[in-house]
């Protein structure tokens, strides 16, 4: 008979000896059979009861081996780097960089310099925290808040602002709309503007306490289908209220600005009757030039003025 010493739980594989002692007694022919595993039933029901026990303290004195102190951690280092594994899986660990990402597509602002603008004109980045830049010379007055007197009404080519804000298209970028209106007060002579304004396209100025937070010049005009066209095509009757379109693009704003938050700054404050009680906190100017403006001021006996038209946000308060 082999003295084969018994493995040392249901859990265990047979030692290097018990192995040794089986194939030695096989040689001999009256060995015992080999020794066996423990089932994986066994195995299971021993982990759930078993507990992890704590390595112990090396007494004083005495150094603990590297041998015996990996032994003891590796369980503890294999479950660390399965947490530290998923964790990363997962996006909670950040992954460092030699250098930052590239901004998203569709930036919420421009650069501080001007730059050519998507669908035309071009952005006055270069001008971001200029107080009182207007592309367009204006003539004194220009961006007053009060209207003309009744005794002297406004009379001639005039240029106003039928509505303003942000809008943004499916891809998630945007710009600030604004809607032109032209009128021609004393008189029913039409105005035929060019497509194009002149070939120079209007121009937009956007001004907060600090300066110049959004402006570009040449931008395009988009008129309705239903605009009154020349034969040529050259030319739009705007007569009557007639009116076009033009889109701020994000890249026409100044870095540290958005589009929403300056359309929403170009409205004036008003109380609960609706009643304006004061200046929105930015200001919003657009202009224009084109010869037939000039040219209908020449017949009604008014200075041509450059065929300038300016218009503005501003609006007077209610007086007390």
Not at 69 to 94: D, E, K
Not at 145 to 152: D, I, L
Request: proline residues 12%.
């Amino acid at each position: 008979m082999s003295s084969l010493p018994p493995a040392q739980g249901p859990d265990e594989s047979p030692s290097d000896e018990q192995w040794e002692a089986f194939l030695r007694d096989a040689m001999e022919g009256g060995g015992a059979g080999a020794p066996k595993e423990a089932s994986a039933r066994d195995r299971l029901a021993a982990a759930r009861v078993r507990r992890p026990r704590r390595p112990r303290r090396p007494r004083s004195g005495t150094a603990r081996s590297a041998t015996a102190w990996l032994a003891a951690a590796a369980p503890w280092t294999a479950v660390a780097a399965v947490v530290v594994f998923g964790a990363f899986q997962m996006g909670l660990i950040p992954v460092p960089r030699s250098s930052p990402p590239a901004p998203a597509a569709g930036s919420a602002s421009g650069p501080a310099e001007a730059v050519s603008l998507p669908g035309g004109g071009t952005s006055d980045g270069d001008q971001c925290g200029t107080k009182g830049y207007h592309h367009f010379p204006l003539p004194a007055g220009a961006t007053d808040v009060e209207p003309p007197s009744p005794a002297s009404p406004a009379s001639g080519p005039q240029l106003s602002l039928s509505h303003y804000g942000y809008a943004a298209d499916p891809d998630g970028e945007g710009g600030i709309v604004i809607g032109l209106r032209f009128t021609t007060p004393g008189t029913k002579k039409p105005l035929r503007v060019s497509r194009t304004l002149g070939g120079e396209g209007a121009a937009v100025e956007i001004e907060g306490p600090d300066g110049l937070v959004a402006g570009a010049h040449g931008l395009p005009v988009s008129w309705p289908s239903a605009a009154r066209e020349s034969a040529s095509g050259a030319s739009v009757d705007v007569s009557d209220g007639g009116g076009g379109e033009i889109v701020v693009p994000a890249e026409a704003l100044c870095p540290g600005h958005d589009g929403d938050s300056v359309a929403r700054s170009l409205v004036p404050p008003a109380d609960s009757t609706g009643t304006v009680t004061g200046p929105p906190p930015y200001r919003l100017v657009v202009s224009l030039r084109d010869p037939a403006v000039g040219t209908l001021r020449t017949t009604l006996g008014l200075p041509a003025g450059g065929g300038l038209l300016s218009a503005v946000n501003l609006v007077p308060a209610a007086r007390s």
